[in-house]
């Protein structure tokens, strides 16, 4: 076997195991969503509902960019190859950060203003 053709077997399970985290996370996700309607309110259980399935979309995207990379590098090395990964990267990048914001209402930069309390719990005393 030769390694082009080797690495291409490696995107194809790299690639499976990408989709299968998207289809079988957003099943898990409903399947929870039932189970925490019947046990919860609604409106709760919707919101859980929204974050895990943002959170299995960014990890299965995750997954699919390392296959889309192996590709390029080793498998297809053209011109063609390079630039449409650079669009794939582009649009998942882009997607990641929406969901991001959607999943934490915020964006990721902000994140330490909440882990550290805010101004209020900055090392300065809270003064403003």
């Known amino acids: 076997m030769h390694w082009r053709e080797f690495f291409s077997d490696v995107v194809d399970v790299v ?17 929870r969503y039932g189970w925490e ?18 959170r299995v979309i960014l990890l299965g995207l995750e997954v699919l960019i390392i296959a889309d990379i192996i590709r390029t590098i080793v498998v297809d090395q053209s011109i063609r190859s390079v630039t449409v990964l650079g ?7 882009v997607l990641s950060f929406s969901l991001e914001v959607g999943i934490d209402g915020m964006w990721p930069w ?18 403003r």
Do not use: H, M, Q
Request: aromatic share 4%; glycine share 18%.
């Open 15 to 31: 690639e499976a195991v990408g989709a299968s985290i998207l289809v079988l996370g957003g099943l898990g996700a409903f399947v």
């Open 37 to 54: 309607l019947v046990t919860r309110s609604a409106a709760d259980s919707f919101g859980d509902l929204r974050k895990t399935l943002g």
């Open 87 to 93: 669009v794939i990267v582009v649009i998942r990048v």
């Open 110 to 127: 902000n994140k330490w203003r909440v882990t550290r309390g805010g101004p209020e719990g900055s090392a300065t005393g809270g003064a």
